[in-house]
Structure formats: C-alpha cells, structure tokens
C-alpha cells in the first residue's frame, strides 16, 4: 500500500532571498536575461505585460533521486534531469574525476591528434557495444551524434560506389535532435515547421504504439510488430532502394510517450535493412547506459544496428558528451589513401568530459546499476500499472526505467483530448500540479497526452511507491477538472 504524497516543503527564510552576484533574484535575472530551451516564456512575464506571472524554477542542488529550488523546496527527480543523470546527483567522485582531468590537460581537439581519455573511453564503448561497432567518433551531445550518423551514411555509400543513397527513414512522431539534419528526421510536426526547409530526403513510417494500433493488431503485438516493421521495407520500395541510406528507430522511441518494440519488430528490421542494402541506425541517445537494463538498449532488444548513437547518461550529466559509435565495415573506406571524414566538432571527446565518463562507467560497474535496473524494473511497472484503475489513466507502457503513462478522456473508446483540453490538462493543470506534488516529471502531448517517468537508476521499491503515490494525488485531481 502506498503511502500519502509528502507534503511540499516551504521556503526558508534564508533561500528565499537567493540572488545573483549583482543582487537580482535568481527567478528575476532568468526572466530578464536566460533563454530557455523549449519554454513558452509568456508564462514568467509579468501580468501587466500579458503574462501569467509565475516564477522560474531555479534548481540549485541535487543528491541521490533528489533535487532542491532555490527556496529550499525538496523534490524527486523523476525524470533524470532530461533522461540523464543515471547514478544520481550528487556523486563527489564524478566531480573530482573532472577536476582532476581539467588541472592535467584541460582541452585538446580529436582532429589529428588524440589524448589518452577519449582513446580509454573509445576502447571501453566499443567493448560493450554488439557485434563490430568498434569505431568511436565523439561529439558534445546526442542531436550531433545523429547528425554525424546521417553524414557518415552519406558519405560511406559515395566512398562504395553507390552515390544516389542519401535517403533516411524514421518513426512517426519520433525525437531525434535538434540540428537541421537531425531535426529532419525527427517525426514531430509542430518541432519543424518553424525551421523549415529542411534538409530534404527524409521520410516518416509508423510507430511501435501498441495501444495506438490498427483495431485488428491490437491484440497480437507481434503481428503488429510485423506490420509496423514491413512499412518501413514498403517505404524503401516506394523511394527507391538504390535511393535510401538509413533507418533511423530508437530501441524504445521516447516522444509519444515510450513506445517498446513488439516482440519480433527488430529482427525483421534488421533483415529488411539487409536485403536493400540500407544501415540501421540505433538512436540510443536515452536507451543506452542502463536506461532499459543494459549498457546499449540495442543488447536489450536482441538486434545489432551498423551505428549506435548516444549521449546522456554515457558521464550521468555531470559533463556533456556525445557518440556515434560505428562499425568496422562503415569504418574499412577511411583506413586507406586520402580519405577523411570532413566533419567534426570542436568540444567533441572533451578531455573532462571523457574523465567523466570512464568515473561513470566505473560507478556502473561497481555497483551493478545494470543489473539493479533489469531486477527491479518489473517492481517499478507494477507500481505504475496500479494506476490503471485512474479513468484518466489508458495506458501504462516503457521498459527499464523508461515508462510513459497515457491519459485518455475516455477508458473504454480510447478517446484521447483535443488540442484545447490537452492544453488545459498538461499545461493548465498537471506541469504546475506534479511540481507542486513535489515530482519533477514531464506532461508531454507530442503525440497523445502522456506523463514520462525515467528516475535515477540508483531507486528502488521504496521510491517507485513514493513516486506512484505523488502520481495518483495529482492524476485524482485531474479526473476531477475534465
């Protein structure tokens, strides 16, 4: 039996004054001065200027599942940061592992040269990651991975005589990064049409939503599996073989609300993929690092993809990195005469953040977090599924510690909220409602409305009761409002 939300702790009398050096409050200086990411800023302007009037979140510290505002104000953390910080805030080892790093060789390019923690951490990725992928090319998030992966399919079927294949293909309503070529091939309308046009020649096929499926597969997920896999082999016939170059498809696709793989969905991918010559490009950029239970999620899903991109967890956030991680055979047409790959970055395999890296990974390894993760997230689903009694509550779906919970209006037709209520629902009620429970989280509708949950590896049973109980008390109000 779970137990009541813990109550929101009130601000300080000592950090409610929390100012910038020249005197500001922080929540003041980042209305006034900071451009958030994604944020609809209208809501920190002041009502006389048509705003909403409310205050920035200003996040100061963190430790374990935990993070505290600048008012003193204690919550979970239930979302990583942004699917990032694996083994939790507050890790001293991670800290000095940079600092130590930064005092020895502070910077140094990968361009021509190369120095001994980016070559460690090569050496180590490549050693996890499946099959022949054991060509490291590093970069400072996951967007450039993805970039670099579209730019390396490219230029390997030049290099083998086969130039007209430029062509990528990716899921609905998927999330793949924000730069020009990355954002092309992201499936999220409204994230694209304010930058368009793109970089031509990419192409979009359904999603793994099981709960979304056509009536007649929603009962036998791996006839849906099949059905979802051979759009992508209809979608390279209708383009063109000799035109496309790449799948792009995460092991679990994250926008939408935690889509998994039905059972047999990969293996069929991966045998399309062979047979019109096309690479399979594993977005890992938040399944790998133990997020789904192994250091790839590629390894948890049973396929190997000719690239690996990924970022986030590989340093827990504690420095910004990225990766495409390449096999020897998309590897074999630079090893001889001239040929470069004529890209790269200028932060990319940053000393610091390779030092970070290799203290992460050893935290992995000495505490198991893989395998914590595999033997507890049954416990964590369970948890989550008790909340499948809601009638705001349609679908319960993830793996790992990696799940997406969809609110629907209607339990037995499926009905989802239109573009209005869905407004009201996760940005009226529910962002400002979770936080105030004391859980940070995400209320997303790129796709149909769901809540996202992907905590610290490092939690347990304990937490997941915790986290679920803070779920129902707000989802309880938000049954009420509609």
Not at 109 to 132: K, T
Not at 295 to 305: A, I, W
Not at 318 to 346: K, N, Q, V
Not at 392 to 420: A, C, H, P, Q, S
Request: net charge negative; aromatic share 10%; proline share 7%.
């Amino acid at each position: 039996m779970t137990t009541a939300p813990s109550p929101v702790q009130q601000p300080t009398p000592e950090a409610s004054v929390a100012r910038t050096p020249a005197g500001t409050a922080y929540a003041d200086a980042a209305r006034d001065h900071l451009w958030g990411h994604f944020t609809r800023h209208s809501v920190y302007e002041p009502t006389e200027n048509g705003g909403l009037g409310a205050k920035v979140p200003v996040i100061v510290r963190g430790q374990g599942h935990k993070i505290w505002d600048d008012q003193g104000r204690e919550y979970i953390d239930g979302l990583s940061g942004l699917f990032v910080v694996q083994v939790g805030h507050g890790r001293a080892e991670l800290a000095e592992a940079a600092a130590k790093q930064a005092e020895q060789l502070a910077f140094f390019p990968l361009w021509s040269y190369a120095h001994p923690r980016a070559i460690e951490l090569a050496e180590r990725l490549a050693h996890h990651a499946p099959g022949d992928l054991n060509r490291v090319f590093f970069t400072t998030g996951g967007g450039e991975a993805v970039e670099s992966a579209w730019k390396l399919a490219k230029q390997y079927f030049k290099l083998v005589g086969k130039p007209t294949k430029h062509k990528v293909i990716s899921r609905a309503v998927a999330y793949h990064g924000t730069p020009q070529g990355a954002l092309s091939i992201t499936g999220i309308p409204s994230a694209k049409e304010m930058f368009e046009p793109l970089v031509p020649g990419a192409f979009k096929v359904p999603n793994t939503n099981q709960y979304r499926a056509p009536e007649a597969l929603r009962d036998d997920p791996k006839a849906f599996g099949l059905w979802a896999a051979d759009r992508i082999a209809e979608a390279i016939e209708f383009e063109g073989p000799d035109t496309v170059a790449a799948v792009f498809l995460e092991p679990v696709q994250n926008s939408g609300g935690c889509f998994p793989p039905p059972p047999g969905y990969f293996e069929r991918v991966r045998e399309i993929c062979d047979e019109y010559d096309v690479l399979l490009v594993s977005d890992e950029v938040i399944c790998s690092f133990g997020r789904t239970g192994s250091m790839f999620g590629s390894l948890d899903f049973g396929y190997v993809p000719d690239i690996i991109t990924c970022a986030k967890g590989m340093t827990s956030g504690y420095s910004p990195i990225g990766a495409m991680i390449a096999s020897d055979r998309l590897f074999e047409p630079f090893r001889t005469g001239t040929t470069s790959f004529p890209h790269g970055y200028t932060f990319g395999g940053h000393p610091v953040s390779a030092a970070v890296a290799m203290a992460n990974l050893d935290i992995f390894e000495r505490e198991g977090l893989n395998e914590h993760v595999r033997e507890n997230a049954p416990k964590f689903r369970a948890s989550l599924e008790s909340l499948l009694d809601l009638p705001i509550v349609g679908d319960v779906r993830g793996e790992g510690y990696f799940y997406g919970i969809e609110l629907v209006k209607d339990k037995e037709t499926r009905e989802t909220f239109n573009e209005d209520e869905s407004e009201r629902l996760l940005r009226g009620y529910l962002s400002r409602a979770l936080f105030e429970a004391g859980l940070y989280c995400r209320a997303d509708d790129r796709g149909d409305p769901v809540i996202q949950l992907a905590p610290p590896l490092i939690i347990g049973e304990p937490e997941f009761a915790d986290i679920t109980s803070r779920l129902r008390s707000v989802l309880d109000g938000a049954s009420a409002r509609m």
